[in-house]
């Protein structure tokens, strides 16, 4: 699934295009569209903070029912997980194998590329500056407050070698999986039809 700054660079479209009407509280919705990878944090499996869907546009329906700010965050990030595996597994024919083989790739590379293309990052940043309630009912005042200095960290600076293996650290992962991704992404990143795949993504929101 899309790394936490992608997720902001594609919750904020949705926010400027499909959700431009509503009364949003900006602040609650973007801690909620990335509230759910937190789970990467505290360890928790997947099922505690991502719900299972049908498909896409189940959550879809869901969005245009939620008016509450946070819940809509966590709703756009649920829909744009569900969005990006079917849009993936279409491309690679339905071959889950080859998916859970390129996933990973795809997502680090992917934001790389919209980092560059993204404006807001100073605005977003003051949003994760403190907790709130909905998160904290949750999970530990201190876990939350980590949680949110990495967010900030994703948003001050383009992904690269070095900001990866940090994450790695914080998050139990191998330190040998991610000298693979960064020896795989330096193999395609001037590979335009990878490039114009994962810029045509943002199309399908």
Do not use: C
């Amino acid at each position: 699934m899309p790394l936490p700054f992608s997720h902001i660079v594609y919750a904020d479209k949705i926010l400027q295009e499909q959700l431009k009407n509503n009364k949003i509280d900006t602040k609650e919705y973007f801690i909620g569209a990335t509230y759910p990878d937190i789970r990467y944090l505290v360890r928790d499996e997947r099922k505690i903070t991502h719900p299972k869907f049908k498909n896409s546009q189940e959550i879809l329906d869901k969005t245009k029912r939620e008016k509450r700010s946070f819940e809509l965050g966590l709703l756009i990030h649920w829909y744009i997980d569900k969005k990006w595996e079917e849009y993936w597994l279409f491309i690679f024919n339905k071959n889950k194998k080859e998916y859970h083989k390129n996933v990973r790739l795809i997502e680090f590379l992917g934001d790389q590329i919209l980092y560059d293309k993204f404006d807001k990052n100073k605005i977003i940043t003051t949003y994760f500056n403190k907790p709130i309630n909905q998160e904290t009912n949750q999970y530990d005042i201190k876990d939350i407050e980590r949680w949110h200095q990495f967010i900030k960290k994703a948003l001050s600076k383009k992904i690269n070698y070095e900001l990866v293996y940090e994450w790695s650290q914080i998050f139990g992962v191998k330190k040998s999986f991610i000298d693979e991704i960064i020896y795989q992404i330096e193999k395609i990143e001037n590979k335009q039809e990878i490039i114009k795949k994962i810029e045509n993504f943002e199309k399908e929101l």
